[in-house]
């Protein structure tokens, strides 16, 4: 049932999120023209603050496809569940938490394909703009590249493909996490009598405050971090001899917190659903 929960859940959600893909795909590609025109050459009267310009609205179309696909997940979420929509949703012969994995299987697959179309549209218009400016700059990059791996291996401690491995199941793990506040956030504000939108947004920024707060407990508390704890205890950045014997507890400790922080939010959210839904 899970399946095909999931598979209603897609086809009403696709089509916002892939309209807002298609958008910045569009700006990237007229940003990848105009870069690698010759126009930006000419001695022109203002043609730095017409640059700077187009460079700071890229920015602002970044930030606002990203910001529009985390807005419609929770919009999205909100409506079908508690709204008039949610009185269909909450009939259906399912259980609460094949509809809260469903909506946040959809909702990390289409925030983790907007990540990547981010990171390929910046990545495309800083390629363009290199290649432009110095052509031989990615051959020496290519031909540095073993040793990087190298010198990586011997700093880090571990490959290079596997530390990315490791950032990507930090990066899913924190994108899911992102999605959980904002469903537990609007769970939450269901317990308000009345404003229930402004309850749902006061507890997203309690649940943020409070993360916050231990996350910052628990970066001073370890020896890792050379913070308060870590200094008390004579243990500090300096007394270890490669990067890798720092950043990978580090990111290990950011893998577990994450899932354990999600796993809590997700508890709170099916606990909710099942057992304090309030449709009005």
């Not at 990066?171 to 939108?197: C, D, E, M, P, R």
């Not at 893998?255 to 099942?274: D, G, N």
Request: net charge neutral.
């Amino acid at each position: 049932m899970l399946k095909k929960l999931f598979k209603y859940e897609w086809v009403f959600f696709w089509k916002v999120p892939t309209a807002i893909n298609v958008f910045l795909i569009i700006v990237t590609i007229v940003g990848v023209i105009s870069l690698a025109s010759p126009f930006w050459e000419l001695n022109l009267w203002g043609i730095d603050v017409l640059l700077g310009l187009a460079i700071f609205f890229y920015i602002m179309a970044i930030f606002a496809c990203s910001i529009a696909v985390t807005v419609y997940v929770a919009v999205r979420y909100y409506k079908n569940i508690y709204t008039d929509e949610g009185y269909l949703t909450n009939t259906l012969p399912v259980t609460a938490r094949q509809i809260v994995l469903s909506k946040l299987f959809t909702g990390l697959i289409w925030t983790l394909l907007t990540g990547i179309v981010v990171s390929i549209s910046v990545l495309s218009l800083v390629y363009t703009a290199f290649y432009a400016s110095d052509s031989g700059f990615w051959a020496d990059v290519m031909r540095d590249f073993p040793d990087f791996l190298a010198i990586f291996r011997e700093e880090m401690g571990i490959s290079f493909s596997f530390y990315l491995l490791l950032l990507f199941i930090q990066t899913v793990l924190s994108s899911a996490f992102s999605i959980l506040k904002i469903y537990t956030a609007i769970a939450l504000g269901q317990l308000f009598t009345k404003h229930k939108v402004a309850g749902a947004f006061l507890w997203y920024v309690g649940e943020f405050i409070i993360f916050q707060i231990i996350s910052s407990i628990t970066t001073n508390a370890s020896p890792l971090s050379g913070g308060v704890f870590g200094y008390a205890f004579g243990v500090s950045y300096y007394n270890y001899s490669r990067l890798g014997d720092i950043i990978i507890p580090s990111t290990l400790i950011s893998i577990a917190t994450t899932l354990i922080f999600s796993a809590v939010l997700y508890f709170i959210t099916e606990h909710m659903l099942k057992n304090q839904l309030n449709l009005d």
